[in-house]
């Protein structure tokens, strides 16, 4: 890329510059701002949809929709989507899914916020909450509530209880469906763990115990990445929360400062003093689990299938909950307001039959993910994984009680700034320092947002 | 009688006194100034404005607003607002970005341009390795530069990484490299300066390979030294090089991304490695901050042209090898 750059800057003018010549020049920039102007003002609002009302018309006749989302399709989440897809086309003859998936959440909001300006969307995007917020806000969106024709559609009940909150924006808009969830769980070495005479962790006070404990010839308790959307931050987040505080009130004001989150600091501060807990990136906890570096990894439940790749079955892994309050992860899915309505029918049906019970276990079964209704739990087709991993019917229903960050856009650049508080921290800054910088910066994006 | 007609594609066809003096005759038309000499540079002249020019105001113009990226009706008028929120706000800092940025550009400049000269007078004494140096130190150069960055972000882990096992093997304690906000940076610019270590050593080898040999001889004969006949005889013959690759390598360094992106994402541990390039990206791209995102990138631009002016009029004697 440097080397890019600098051949673009070594062009230069060579031709004299006269009179004419630069007064069509500045004709032409002056002319290209007037047009480029006409591309943005104030005060034009995009129609939104309408809350609730008649459900969208059923499919007629053939009809294609795209689906932009995060699952590449060499991956075990591709493949398991495309079986969905080919089940579900199965059962609708008449509707064809196209899946186009990018590699992360990140390079699919970005993609997808290129195609919606350019008006080139998918009938269905993935992301996160935040993200579902802005098409909203944008008039880019349409609700469940206007494709289901009600606010509280039936298969809703039957979602775990934390899912079923997710789903809707600040303004009482239900606007995403889900499908499937993912939590925060503690991955072990159960070897090491059994052999330094230690036991899984049922609260945080024990499991800095166990990390301290463990912490020796060349092996750290625990590696964490401390940037912005990472376990290290949500493992902040869950601390803070386990404390008493949550990192956001309801309405998205950060809470930095409370007492909950300076402890929730000090409790990682006190870990790296110690030599039990280190950082790194590119999933630095899983690497030193493999390679038996660390005793245990805080990430995601839908990263089993990696962690057990990197443990190459030289111990035996251990996968519990985390102890206390847990957060949740994974992208919804949304309907773009470009969908015709054709589309926008297809696209709901698509959305129902991916969270009904028995799609839930294929989706689960194959991915690592949590069903987000606890009836997938007794499909048949369920419990060879189950009896695999009995840790997932453990910890599934910590999806009633599971907390995410609110839905409000600044919320995202608040993540970054505690991530920063985060590194600083555990730079050796002061903890109420560290996060009352984060506390002023936050209030600056949320008031630039607003 | 000589040829009066304007000469083809910038090439005289006249062979008289003008032509010697490699002057045009009077009254010739420079081609490149005719209608078909426009012609011909049109394709390229749209490019570069459609690629370059165009949004570069363009830029200018965003930075004016709360864009709204995702419905551009949607976006308010802020005027000077994003400017202001660029010097106001606290994580990170205008100031520390900016230091970020200097300190990346003066450790490319100095340290690299170090480097570079030392191998190219090392490479100038020949032998029968230096054809096999000459490549090993370019090779890195001819690397892309975002899948070495992968690499290294291996190379550079704490715990696993080879940086640390060579540290382990000469005795001396292991470093955090990316992962402190001391050694981020440092490490930021060790790598680039490796990877661009052989392009500016190939220039280098070029400005030695046309000084006069006759000047060193003629020092060596009145008894200077290898350090004074480097100092007063072929160090000012190599200034405008050196001005060259000052230029080059700090326009490069302040846009540099890449390697920021790939070394320490996020910006570095506490925004240590958070420069102007990749704070553009961040809040641009990732936090959907359009209209902040061009500020930064105007700033950024009126950087680059303010250490372009200053170099240029700094520039003592051998002239500047630039446009």
Redesign the interface.
Known sequence: MQKENSHIMRIGPTLPATQPRRAAGAALMAALGLAASACAGGGTTAAASSASGPPAPSVTGPVTITIADAYTSTSSLGKTFDKVISAFEAKYPDITVKSVPEANYGTLETKLKAEVAAGQAPTIGQGYESFADQLEQSGKLVPISTLAGTKTPAELSGFYAGVQKDLYLPDGTLAMWPIGKSLQVIFYNSTMLSSDGLSAATDWNTFATDLEAASKGGVTGITIDPSAQTSGEEWLEELAASNGTPAYAADGTPQFTSSAMVKALEYLQNLKSKGALATGTNYPGETALGGRKGLADISSSAGYYYEDEAVGGEFKLTTTAVPQTDMMAGGNFFVLSSATSQQQAAAWDFLQFVTTPAEQAVWSSGTGYLPVTAQALTQSTMSPYLARNPWVSQIATGLDTAITDPPQEWVDDCGTVLASALQAGLSGTNATSALNVAQTACLQKKQADS | MAETVAPAAGVSQDTGTAARRGRRPRGTRDF??TPLGWLYSAPAVLI?AGF?I?PT??TF?VSL?????????????KGLGNYR?LL?????TFTQTLVNSLYFTLGMIVFGTGVSLGLALLLMRGGKAMGAARVMIYLPHATP?IATSIIW?WIF????GFANYLLHLLHLPAL?W????STAMPSVILFSVWH?VG?TTLVFLGGLAVISEETGEAARVDGCGPWREFWYVTWPQLRPVTAFIVV?SS???L????QFYQL????G???ATTTLSYLVY?EG?????TG?GAALAVVLFLTTVLFTLVRRRTAVGGGDL??
């Open positions: 490149r100034s570069f370059v165009v105001f363009y113009y607003w709360h864009w709204n990226v995702l419905n551009p009706a949607m976006s308010t008028y929120d106001t706000d606290v994580d990170p530069l972000v882990n704490p715990q696993f955090q990316t992962q402190s906000q661009e392009f080059i326009i490069t360094s846009q540099a991304f890449t320490t994402s996020g910006g541990p506490n925004n961040k791209i990732v936090l959907g901050d902040y630039t446009a």
